[in-house]
């Protein structure tokens, strides 16, 4: 008897699972279609947190998590392609992370080193014209890295279809720190004037400092649960008015539908803006018009005393 119940309920959830799938699918792809009926943004920046507490919480190891984690990235790449994003920036290593325990940054940097190998040999890289680059301070990464990083860059530095930006030992400020201080030293040698000095020179020294600089951030996504940009790309979101999600699954269980969730936002807060602009220029032009017919008021109250006055 026992055993029965436990096949039926093995069944049960068997057709849960299957029922709950097709309604998945079904809400993703009306989702899918409804997103791409409006302005899709250009670039994206992710926040992929939440690897060792995935990983705690199924009582595996923290490495566990980051490999999860690496799979999911490699989901989301083709994801943000397919729905037409140009700019993908991917949050890989702060310089915060130097701080936990050698034997997981060594953990990290091997599969980051995987998975730059992997990019560089995929044929869909060199299909979908995927221009890859890693921001960050490199001077702090080990020889290896550096190296399958440079070849990979230097394999995809033509493609312009879609731009993968991978920041690793970066770190907001620091970025900031660094470009003020080589535009110093090109005052300082006379290769440019303090008066040159504006927000587009500054952008182009930000890393990576050769090349076209990454652009201003349309949406940002933080995975986790937390609600903060955590020193990423201060510059490139501060004052471009972008978007921020933040969603709670941790960052291996980010699912397609998150994704789209987050460019729904993205839309909607794009929509208010653009209404609250037009609702600012109707008021404008209304203000305008109030005063004009104001000044004919005036004009004819003083045409007509005039002729009050020549008639009497």
């Known amino acids: 008897m026992s055993w029965n119940r436990g096949i039926l309920r093995a069944g049960l959830r068997l057709l849960r699972d299957r029922i709950f ?13 409804d997103i791409l009926n409006s302005e899709i943004p250009h670039h994206v920046a992710v926040i992929m947190d939440g690897n060792r507490r995935y990983a705690g919480q199924l009582g595996k190891t923290r490495s566990y998590g980051h490999v999860m984690g690496a799979e999911v990235t490699e989901k989301v790449i083709e ?35 995987e998975k730059f190998l992997k990019i560089y040999s995929d044929p869909r890289t060199h299909e979908k014209e995927m221009q890859v680059r890693v921001i960050g301070d490199r001077s702090k990464l080990p020889a290896f890295l550096n190296e399958s990083i440079e070849k990979t860059e230097k394999a995809t530095e033509n493609y312009r279809k879609f731009h993968l930006n991978v920041a690793i030992a970066y770190g907001g ?9 080589d535009i110093a030293g090109c005052i300082s040698n006379g290769k440019l004037s303090l008066e040159e000095v504006d927000e587009n020179l500054i952008s182009k020294h930000l890393y990576p400092a050769q090349g076209v600089s990454v652009p201003n951030v349309d949406l940002i996504i933080r995975t ?10 201060p510059w490139q979101a501060n004052g471009s008015e972008c978007a921020a999600y933040f969603c709670a699954p941790f960052w291996p269980e980010f699912r397609k539908i998150d994704l789209l969730r987050s460019i729904r936002i993205y839309q909607a807060r794009k929509a208010e803006r653009k209404q609250e602009q037009s609702c600012r220029a109707l008021k404008v032009v209304n203000f305008l018009k109030i005063g004009n017919c104001g000044e004919k008021f005036e004009g004819i109250g003083q045409l007509q005393s005039v002729k009050r006055q020549g008639i009497s």
């Not at 991917?90 to 940054?105: D, G, I, K």
């Open 224 to 233: 986790g649960g937390d609600e903060r940009i955590s020193n990423f790309l």
């Open 79 to 113: 994801w943000c392609y397919g729905i037409g994003i140009k700019q993908l920036t991917l949050y890989a290593f702060s310089t915060e992370n130097f701080q936990r325990s050698e034997e997981e940054v060594d953990g990290l940097f091997n599969l980051i080193n």
């Open 21 to 33: 799938s097709i309604f998945y699918r079904e809400y993703e792809k009306r989702l899918e279609i």
């Open 173 to 181: 400020r620091q970025d900031i720190i660094q470009a003020v201080r």
